[in-house]
């Protein structure tokens, strides 16, 4: 009777097709094979206590923001035993929330893209997914705007064109075409079609942005397939957002004029008055990146402005939901969210990370000697910070480490963190409905030349209005505020504020920071609540409480360094090729250690987000990332066949993979 290894030493040729097939469907398996869903118990972290932390773990998260939530959420559905250490006293970093004086307030999530609501879309499905769908979102009404941008009264303008102090932006870049034309010179067709060569042009910067995010995950032998499309990208972040204007909207030049050579902007104001107008209207999300129009990259621009193109959306319920209900996925897995956590340090053993020293936050915050304050030492084989690359670099790592020096050394690394933020939270008495308060986001720009208002603003904050400004009501956004909060309403006022103001009282805590301080935050305070009663008038005598919040803050509660609010500075050195290791990737010279978050992609909530995915799937490895991608697709496929139940299995998966390279 002939064996099996007989048949196949007399057929040599069953081998050679039996081996690659069966390669092919051990691959296939692996690929397919997704941990079985576990129940979640969505509920509060607990603080930090040794016995609290898991044993046998596979990776620690610090930081739980948008980013961290993501990366560990992912890893943790993948299997993986994930330990979430985070500073503050409740999980969510810039997504978190809280109550002061019977009011609660967002603190860095006040809208998304209206893709987060939809998950038949890239950032909905991947949401959805981390969730298990129970993290609502209410988009805006599409009949009304998502952003209003006012301006002070200016009569420089076109003889024949409106003299309009708002502009509206609403979903889609033909609508939101034809409002800015309407307010600022109907007539001009010229200016019109300028317009949408801006706007196309920052669609093309979103695409690129969508191929750097392949390129992170693609071996490298593959990265030639979007290497064109990478290099392009890098070429729109060498340029500022001023220079791209004057190029498109005042000399008409198309995307392939830009890239091929973009002239420098000239010095003073644009002579035309409606293009003039026009470049101060289309710089508005800038509030979203922080940096002034002559140093901002246009790259983080443009993204910007593509991303919100779709619309807005806000959270049904409170922000602080969202880390809640994804860090909890850690447990399911026997992993586990620890607050009041703070991490010292990183073990670094043989050149790789090892673990993290701990030390829970209230005692550090109580000790007169650090030194004194008890320290935990916790292994894993992976370390994902995600608390800011600046974080990592100057406080978590040994400062004698090779790849440390080398993030100091300005030949070798130039990047730098972002600006703060002041932030003025308003509890205002009455019905959001009744005292008619905004549905919209009123975003204030002070004056149509806005490096002139930042200069101004920045070398004399007390006296001269911030030349942006946020104004924002939670209260008519979320679907169960009325409810949760009846008879009351509230407003978020966010500004730009620099760490250099205030460095004086860094050592300081919390409301013991001095009558000087005090003093200073009032000028600041004083200066907002004018804007707010100038362009919400409704809301005079009816404020009953208020709160601003500095970029002290910012350090105390979100560990920002040097009150950073987005992470890496969105200037062009950004994407220059000295800084390409440190920014928009999830990697470290040091084996074991990864980034997540916003400095692992883009700032913004979801951008961070993209950053714990790309954290987890750097976690992962190829093969690991291949099988997480799977999963999230398949995911959005079940969503593609129950919106059309006649697509199958196969056009629904194909479609899903349309759609999660689709522009959002």
Known sequence: MKTITDYILQNPSTLILALPLSLAAAFVFYITRWPRARPVQSRRADRFRHEKIPTNLDTIVIGSGSGGSTAANLLAQSGQRVLVLEQHSVTGGCTHSFREEGCEYDTGLHYVSKAMSIPTKRAGAIMDFMS???????????????DQIVFPPDTTVKEGAPNEWSHKFYDGFDRTTCSVMESIDPLDLELKERVKTYFDICLDVHNGFVALAILRLLPKCLSFLIKNRVERLYKYGELTVRDVQHAVLSLGYSSEDLLRNCPQAPEGNEVDPSVRRMKA???????????????????????????????????VGATQNISMRLTSMCRSFEGETLIDATVRSIIIENGRAVGVRVSNTDELEEATDLDEVPVVEVRAKNIVCATSIFNLYHKLLPQDLPVVKKFHDPSKCTIRQSNGHVFLFCKIKGDADEIGL?????????????????????????????PTVYIGFPCTKDVTWKKRFPGVSNAILISDGLYEWFEKWAGTTVRNRGEDY????????????????????????????????????????????????????????????????????????????YLAGSDAFLPSVTGAMYGGCLGASAVLGKMGSLRLGHAILSHLAKHLREENPKLSRVESYVLAIKKFLDME
């Open 132 to 146: 298990r769908g129970k993290q609502l979102w209410t988009p805006f009404e599409p009949a009304r705007p998502y």
């Open 518 to 593: 005090l003093e200073f935050k009032d000028k600041l305070t004083k200066h907002l609540m004018e804007i707010l009663c100038e362009y919400v008038p409704q809301v005079k005598g009816r404020i009953e409480h208020y709160h601003l919040g500095t970029p002290l803050s910012e350090c105390t509660f979100l560990a920002s360094y040097r009150g950073g609010s987005y992470g890496t500075q969105c200037v062009p050195g950004m994407f220059a090729p000295i800084n390409r290791e440190w920014t928009t990737t999830p990697y470290t010279e040091v084996p074991g250690l």
């Open 438 to 466: 905004p549905k919209n986001n009123v975003w204030y720009f002070n004056g149509y030349d806005l490096d002139s208002a930042f200069d101004q603003y920045f070398s004399n904050p007390t006296e001269v209005r911030p």
């Open 281 to 315: 209207v289309l710089t508005h999300p800038l509030g979203d990146y922080a940096v002034q129009p002559r140093e901002a990259t246009f790259a983080a621009h443009g993204v910007t402005a593509a991303h919100y193109m779709t619309g807005g959306a806000y959270t």
